[in-house]
């Protein structure tokens, strides 16, 4: 068995935007399944060239990377993704065991390494510590005024107090929060809390800013989530 499902009590996380690139269709559904559950937002890639394109034509938060690939193989895909500047968390994943094979995913500019088999339990702490490590632009906690987001540990509060929030609201709120001050569309919120393949109606959008707006702003007499016609949102401190 290549890999261990042991989700256990449940893991506070981010929801977050991931790929999965692996040929393994059961590995790939099963972690995809347990992922979706934690609400993370999950695209799966069936070959080393899909992968490579969709991580490089979209905003994701983490890969997952299997190493042995049809086509072009993880190596080849992270060393490829660092040349261009793209610095996404890399988790790779590799049935190989050996400290020289954990040297080359680290050497080609994998941020952590994994080996089958492995627990989901363990491939959920890894992939937390990669959310709160993030981009070398990300802080830990964004800050915006006295409302605070937490990426790694999903938390959210203002002026001390928690605030509950869905996975979506989240997702919704840490989007808007890491481009504080400036307009996102409509169009960009879709693609950082739904998957690649989300084909509803845009204006789910809408209605998760009304959640939002009456935990962050009415309570507190605020008016940080400011809508711009015809444009999209923007969080203000």
Sequence with gaps: MIFMLALGRPCKLCDVRVLVVGDELRLAELIM??????????????????????????????????????????YEICAKLREAGNWT????????????????????????FLSKPFSFVVLLARLRALVRRGGAERPAVLSVGE?????????????????????????????????????????????????FA????SNVVDVYISALRRKIDKPFGRSSLVTVRGAGYRLEA
């Excluded at 993370?40 to 890969?63: C, H, K, M, Q, T």
């Excluded at 968390?89 to 680290?106: Q, R, S, V």
């Excluded at 790694?152 to 869905?166: F, K, N, P």
């Excluded at 989300?198 to 109606?201: Q, S």
């Design 147 to 195: 409302l605070k987001v937490d990426p790694g540990g999903m938390r959210c509060s203002l002026g001390g107090m928690q605030i509950a929030l869905t996975p979506k609201e989240f997702a919704i709120l840490h989007c808007l929060a890491r481009h504080q001050g400036e307009v996102v569309s409509r169009a960009d919120l879709l693609a950082r809390a739904w998957d």
């Design 198 to 201: 989300f084909d509803g109606d």
């Design 89 to 112: 968390p890399i988790l790779m994943l590799t049935a190989k065991n050996g400290e020289h094979d954990e040297a080359e995913a680290l050497d080609t500019g994998a941020d952590d």
């Design 33 to 74: 399944d347990g992922l979706a559950r934690e609400g993370f937002a999950v695209d799966l890639a069936r070959d080393g060239a899909e992968g490579l394109w969709l991580a490089s034509e979209n905003p994701y938060d983490v890969v997952v990377l299997d190493v042995m690939l049809p086509g072009v193989n993880g």
